[in-house]
C-alpha cells in the first residue's frame, strides 16, 4: 500500500486501522474500509499433546500451565494485526494467562501452522481454515474454540484502499464495492457452496485436498472432540448485514491493539473510524444494488466473558479489562481530507 504497488487489499480486520494510526513507527497513512468481506471462520487449535494432559478449555488450560511452571508454550497467529492474533489474545487474557508473559505469541503463515504444530515448534494456533480442520483430521490437535465461541459474527477480513486512491478513483472504487457485495451475497448461499468448495482447493488458489476445506464451510465442524457440528454461521459473508463496516467493532479493535501496547489510543478516535470505515461509502453502493444500507446500531455489546464494550466509553472499557498493558492515549495527525471535487 505504502509503495503504491497495491490499489486495493484483501486485509485482515486490524491492518486498515493499524496502517492509519502508524503502527511500528511508520507515518500514519489514511486507509478506507468500505466493505466487510468476511466475518467469522477461524479457531484456536491446541496440540494433542494437551489434550493428552486433560485440557478441554480455557480453564483447563489455565490449569495445565499452572502444573508446568517451567516450561512456556508457542501459540502461533498470522499477523499482529489480524483478527486471530487479537481474539487469542482476548480469550487468554478472560482466563487469566498473560498472552505476553505466560505464554509465547509467534506469527506463522497460515500454510505453515501444521506442520509447526507437527514438528513440536508450537503448541497450538488461532487460524483460519482450512489449517484447523487438517490438524484434526490428521490427529495432531483438536479446537478447543472457535470464534463463534468467542464473538460471533466478528469482522475477519476487510477491503481496504488508501485513501487517497479512492478520492482519485471514486467511481472505480464504487464499482470494486458493489462487485464484491454481489460476490458476497453469492458465497453465502448454500447452494454455491460446493462450487466454491472446488475452486478453493484448487493449486492456484488454497491448494489443499477438500475434505480440509468442507467443515464449516458445507458441512459439520469436526473440533476433535465430540461429534460435529452444524455451524451455519462459521463461514459469514453476507447475511445478517455482514458487509456493513460498523464503526463500533473497529472502535473495539482500536482498544484491544492499545490493550496491548501495539499502538497508542487515538484522542481523536472519532475521527479516525469516520475516515477508515466509510459506511457512507458503503451505503452508497449498496444503495445502487437495492440492498440495505444503514449501519448497524452502535449499541453496548459484549463478547463470551460478558465483559460489556460500550462504545461510548472506549477509555473506561480499556481500563476494566484485566491483564492490559500501560495504555497511551495520543492524537494521531492525519493529512487533510481534500474535499470530493
Not at 509503495?3 to 486507509?31: C, F, K, W, Y
Not at 463496516?245 to 472502535?251: C, F, I, S, T, V
Not at 472519532?270 to 453502493?285: C, H, K, Q
Request: glycine content about 8%; charged content about 20%.
Amino acid at each position: 500500500m505504502r509503495s503504491q504497488r497495491l490499489d486495493a487489499a484483501h486485509m485482515v480486520a486490524g491492518m486498515p486501522l493499524s496502517i492509519t494510526l502508524g503502527l511500528g513507527g511508520e507515518t500514519p497513512l489514511p486507509i478506507v474500509s468500505a466493505l466487510v468481506l468476511a466475518r467469522n471462520g477461524n479457531a484456536i487449535t491446541l496440540s494433542r499433546q494437551l489434550y493428552d494432559q486433560g485440557v478441554r478449555s480455557l480453564r483447563s488450560l489455565k490449569s495445565a500451565l499452572m502444573a508446568t511452571p517451567d516450561r512456556v508454550p508457542t501459540f502461533g497467529v498470522v499477523h499482529p494485526d489480524s483478527m486471530h492474533n487479537l481474539m487469542l489474545r482476548y480469550w487468554l487474557a478472560a482466563g487469566g494467562i498473560d498472552p505476553d508473559r505466560d505464554v509465547n505469541l509467534t506469527v506463522i503463515a497460515p500454510p505453515q501452522m501444521v506442520a509447526n504444530l507437527k514438528a513440536g515448534n508450537i503448541d497450538g494456533y488461532c487460524v483460519g481454515e482450512p489449517w484447523n480442520s487438517r490438524a484434526v483430521q490428521e490427529h495432531l490437535g483438536f479446537v478447543v474454540a472457535t470464534d463463534l465461541d468467542i464473538w460471533p459474527s466478528h469482522p475477519e477480513k476487510i477491503l481496504g484502499l488508501r485513501e487517497d486512491w479512492i478520492q482519485q478513483h471514486p467511481q472505480t472504487h464504487l464499482a470494486l464495492v458493489r462487485a464484491l457485495l454481489e460476490a458476497c451475497e453469492y458465497c453465502d448461499d448454500r447452494r454455491h457452496r460446493p462450487e466454491i468448495l472446488g475452486l478453493l482447493a484448487q493449486p492456484q488458489y488454497v491448494g489443499v485436498d477438500a475434505r480440509y476445506l468442507a467443515p464449516g464451510l458445507l458441512d459439520p465442524y469436526d473440533t476433535g472432540i465430540g461429534e460435529p457440528i452444524q455451524m451455519l454461521r462459521f463461514n459469514q459473508f453476507y447475511v445478517d448485514h455482514s458487509t456493513c463496516p460498523g464503526r463500533a467493532e473497529g472502535l473495539w479493535i482500536l482498544t484491544q491493539l492499545a490493550r496491548w501496547g501495539m499502538t497508542p489510543f487515538p484522542k481523536n478516535w472519532v475521527e479516525i473510524l469516520e475516515r477508515n470505515r466509510r459506511v457512507d461509502l458503503y451505503g452508497e453502493a449498496a444503495r445502487q444494488l437495492g440492498l440495505p444500507d444503514a449501519e448497524p446500531d452502535r449499541d453496548p455489546f459484549q463478547l463470551f466473558d460478558g465483559v460489556v464494550f460500550d462504545p461510548n466509553d472506549p477509555i473506561g472499557y480499556l481500563q476494566s479489562l484485566p491483564l492490559n498493558r500501560p495504555i497511551q492515549v495520543a492524537e494521531i495527525i492525519l493529512d487533510p481530507l481534500t474535499p470530493a471535487a
